[in-house]
T-cell receptor, first 112, second 114 residues
Framework: RKEVEQDPGPFNVPEGATVAFNCTYSNSASQSFFWYRQDCRKEPKLLMSVYSSGNEDGRFTAQLNRASQYISLLIRDSKLSDSATYLCVVNGDNTNAGKSTFGDGTTLTVKP | DAEITQSPRHKITETGRQVTLACHQTWNHNNMFWYRQDLGHGLRLIHYSYGVQDTNKGEVSDGYSVSRSNTEDLPLTLESAASSQTSVYFC?????????????FGPGTRLTVT
């Protein structure tokens, strides 16, 4: 079983749609959680951190459920520019606190 | 502005040759990482460093080595390139040894081993 698992998709949605991605992780001692965005053939960039209380940044909402060990990302009112691969990232336990484990990514295509 | 750069951006080499990929960051970050990314896979950690003279193996370290002689640079060496090492390589850095730190990525090096 992979340490971080994501539904690979692809997700094909029309503009304006709401889409949700889920991610599960296996290490219950994991410390911190992120969503990164990666455009085709480019480097990943941080989209948002994920906090236990849930957090929102404009059209994007991230949730963390430590008990079930899953993370979600909700995108509302999808734009064409949201088309990308979204990577779920989990940072290590106390022994490897700076080390990240990446999911394989979920591909989103937003169509006109 | 602080940044992280990689060179070369593209490289074609032959099987058996030694290849070194450069990574240079001006963030003054202690942590640096090397990943490879292959089609259909996420980023897999090759080696990482928490500071000068510190290096650690990641999940796919066989055939690769790194050294950290200063804060800014973490070169990745392929000792004897193999076709299985054809991939896109990303270098990243983060601020301090702590769990909640964002990683900043370089633009990547596309390596082809023929």
């Amino acid at each position: 079983r992979k340490e971080v698992e994501q539904d690979p998709g692809p997700f094909n949605v029309p503009e304006g749609a709401t889409v949700a991605f889920n991610c599960t992780y296996s290490n219950s001692a994991s410390q911190s959680f992120f969503w990164y965005r990666q455009d085709c053939r480019k480097e990943p960039k941080l989209l948002m951190s994920v906090y236990s209380s849930g957090n929102e940044d404009g059209r994007f909402t991230a949730q963390l459920n430590r008990a079930s060990q899953y993370i979600s990302l909700l995108i509302r009112d999808s734009k064409l520019s949201d088309s990308a691969t979204y990577l779920c990232v989990v940072n290590g336990d106390n022994t490897n606190a700076g080390k990240s484990t990446f999911g394989d990514g979920t591909t989103l295509t937003v169509k006109p | 502005d602080a940044e992280i750069t990689q060179s070369p951006r593209h490289k074609i080499t032959e099987t058996g040759r030694q290849v070194t990929l450069a990574c240079h960051q001006t963030w003054n970050h202690n942590n640096m990482f090397w990943y490879r990314q292959d089609l259909g896979h996420g980023l897999r950690l090759i080696h990482y460093s928490y500071g000068v003279q510190d290096t650690n193996k990641g999940e796919v370290s066989d055939g690769y080595s790194v050294s950290r002689s200063n804060t800014e640079d973490l070169p990745l060496t392929l000792e004897s390139a193999a076709s299985s090492q054809t991939s896109v390589y990303f270098c990243a850095s983060s601020e301090i040894r702590g769990p909640s730190r964002e990683q900043y990525f370089g633009p990547g090096t596309r390596l082809t081993v023929t």
